[in-house]
């Protein structure tokens, strides 16, 4: 029986090895599908984290915080029950740097609220002024 199976496969080893790279491909193909859900599942969580925040708020009808612009009024902010709470800005866009485009993400706090980083080396940011 194990005799006649072998001599089957060598005489169909293209279709035997044509099927056995495609099913490659596509379990492939399943398991980066499977990493690019998982990470978008995950890069919120991981960013309202290292914000140091509980939850994100944002406008009603908006598909999501980072893959939609999207604006509230400063005053919103007073409608919401919470110990801390803080505004943020997080902005995308692109700028030429050499003639190569780069991405290039501006993330926005209030000076020592919800968002403000950690200082590794030398002084935090004490304040900003309008030019």
Do not use: C
Request: overall charge negative; aromatic content about 8%.
């Amino acid at each position: 029986m194990i005799l006649l199976t072998f001599r089957d496969l060598v005489y169909r080893k293209t279709r035997f090895i044509v099927v056995t790279l495609l099913a490659a491909v596509v379990f492939a193909l399943l398991f980066v599908m499977i990493g690019l859900v998982e990470q978008f599942n995950a890069e919120p969580v991981d960013t309202i984290d290292a914000i140091g925040a509980d939850s994100w708020v944002i406008p009603e009808g908006i598909t999501g915080p980072f893959t939609a612009l999207s604006a509230a009024p400063a005053q919103a902010i007073d409608a919401i029950e919470a110990d801390t709470k803080s505004a943020v800005v997080v902005s995308r866009s692109n700028l030429l740097d050499d003639g190569e485009p780069v991405d290039v993400i501006l993330f926005g706090h209030e000076i020592g609220g919800l968002g403000t980083p950690s200082v590794v080396a030398g002084r935090a940011v004490a304040g900003w002024t309008r030019r």
